[in-house]
C-alpha cells in the first residue's frame, strides 16, 4: 500500500445526500442502498487506516534500527533522543505520517457520509408525516364525516407503513 486511496467523491457525497421533497417515494426507495454504499466505504477507510497505521509502525521500526547502525557505524554515540531525531525526521516517516493522516481524514469523512445519511432519512420520515398529515386534512375537508373516518384510515396504515420502513432501515443500519 503506497499511496492513500480516496474513496469518497465529494460531487458524487453531495448528490446522494441530497434532499427533494417532491421526491419522498423516491429517497425512501434509495436511502438504505446509499446507506449501504457509504456503509462499505466507511469500512474500506478504516481498513485503510489502519493499515497505514500499522505501516508507520514497521517503517518507524525499521527506521530505528537504521539510526542505531548509522549512528553506531559513524561513531557517534546511540541515544534514544538521536535514535527519535533521526527517525522523526527521516522522509520515509514524515511521508509515512502524511499517510496515516490522510486516510484518517477519509475515514473521518465516509463517517461524515453516513451521519450525513441518517439525518437524510430523518428528514425524509418527518417530510412524509408531515405530508401524510396534509393529506388528511385535504381528504377531511372533501368527505364529511364518513370520507374523515375513511381518509384517517388511510392514513394511519399509511403511517404505519412509513414507521415499519424506518424501523427496518433502523435495523439494518445497526
Known amino acids: 500500500?503506497?499511496?492513500?486511496?480516496?474513496?469518497?467523491?465529494?460531487?458524487?457525497?453531495?448528490?446522494?445526500?441530497?434532499?427533494?421533497?417532491?421526491?419522498?417515494?423516491?429517497?425512501?426507495?434509495?436511502?438504505?442502498?446509499?446507506?449501504?454504499?457509504?456503509?462499505?466505504?466507511?469500512?474500506?477507510?478504516?481498513?485503510?487506516?489502519?493499515?497505514?497505521?500499522?505501516?508507520?509502525?514497521?517503517?518507524?521500526?525499521?527506521?530505528?534500527?537504521?539510526?542505531r547502525d548509522t549512528l553506531a557505524a559513524s561513531g557517534q554515540k546511540?541515544?534514544?533522543?538521536?535514535?527519535?531525531?533521526?527517525?522523526?525526521?527521516?522522509?520515509?516517516?514524515?511521508?509515512?505520517h502524511e499517510n496515516y493522516n490522510s486516510a484518517l481524514l477519509i475515514l473521518n469523512l465516509a463517517k461524515t457520509a453516513l451521519e450525513a445519511l441518517r439525518h437524510r432519512r430523518d428528514m425524509i420520515v418527518q417530510a412524509s408525516k408531515h405530508h401524510l398529515e396534509q393529506a388528511v386534512m385535504r381528504d377531511s375537508y372533501k368527505g364529511g364525516a364518513a370520507g374523515e373516518a375513511a381518509a384517517r384510515s388511510e392514513s394511519r396504515q399509511a403511517m404505519m407503513r412509513a414507521l415499519s420502513e424506518q424501523k427496518r432501515e433502523e435495523t439494518i443500519a445497526e
Do not use: C
Not at 3 to 32: C, H, S, Y
Not at 36 to 52: D, K, L
Open 1 to 67: 500500500m503506497s499511496e492513500v486511496k480516496n474513496l469518497i467523491d465529494p460531487r458524487q457525497l453531495k448528490n446522494d445526500v441530497a434532499f427533494d421533497a417532491n421526491n419522498l417515494d423516491g429517497m425512501w426507495a434509495t436511502q438504505a442502498g446509499l446507506y449501504v454504499r457509504y456503509g462499505v466505504i466507511a469500512a474500506r477507510a478504516e481498513h485503510q487506516a489502519t493499515a497505514f497505521k500499522n505501516r508507520l509502525g514497521i517503517i518507524e521500526a525499521d527506521l530505528g534500527k537504521e539510526a
Open 78 to 96: 546511540v541515544t534514544e533522543g538521536t535514535v527519535r531525531e533521526y527517525v522523526s525526521s527521516h522522509p520515509k516517516m514524515i511521508k509515512a
